[in-house]
């Protein structure tokens, strides 16, 4: 039976300990490396816990969900700030134009090297 992958936002990884959540916040939210999350959450051989942790597919999916949820969190606050910089009047032309090209990236209206993105020119032709 072959492997499906996930489609949509990703689902809360089953319930972790107080340590392995210490340790996912550590890692994600505090950016520590897995050794010193590992001491963070309170593992007394943090080397060997770290390892363990990095290769528990739990642990990974925590990761990945608090991760998301982050980025999700944030997204309108750097929307909010490309816009007050394309709004700018005061900015320079080149931190506006920056700024547009970003935002026009994130909304998947154009790809990296500054053409229209495929999806945009898919979507203006249905």
């Known amino acids: 039976m072959p492997v499906r992958k996930q489609v949509g936002p990703p689902r809360m990884p ?3 300990t107080a340590m392995q959540a210490t340790y996912v916040h ?11 999350a590992a001491e963070a959450a309170g593992y007394s051989s943090a080397k060997v816990n770290a390892w363990q942790l990095e290769h528990n597919p739990t642990i990974h999916a925590a990761i990945r969900f608090e991760t998301i949820r982050i980025i999700e969190n944030n997204a309108n606050v750097a929307l909010r700030c490309l816009a007050s910089v394309m709004e700018d009047t005061d900015a320079p032309a080149s ?30 032709r249905s």
């Open 14 to 16: 089953l319930p972790l």
């Open 26 to 36: 550590a890692r994600v939210v505090r950016g520590l490396a897995p050794t010193q």
């Open 95 to 124: 931190a506006r134009v920056s700024a547009a090209k970003t935002w026009l990236q994130a909304s998947n209206l154009l790809d990296r090297r500054g053409g229209r993105s495929r999806t945009r020119a898919r979507i203006s």
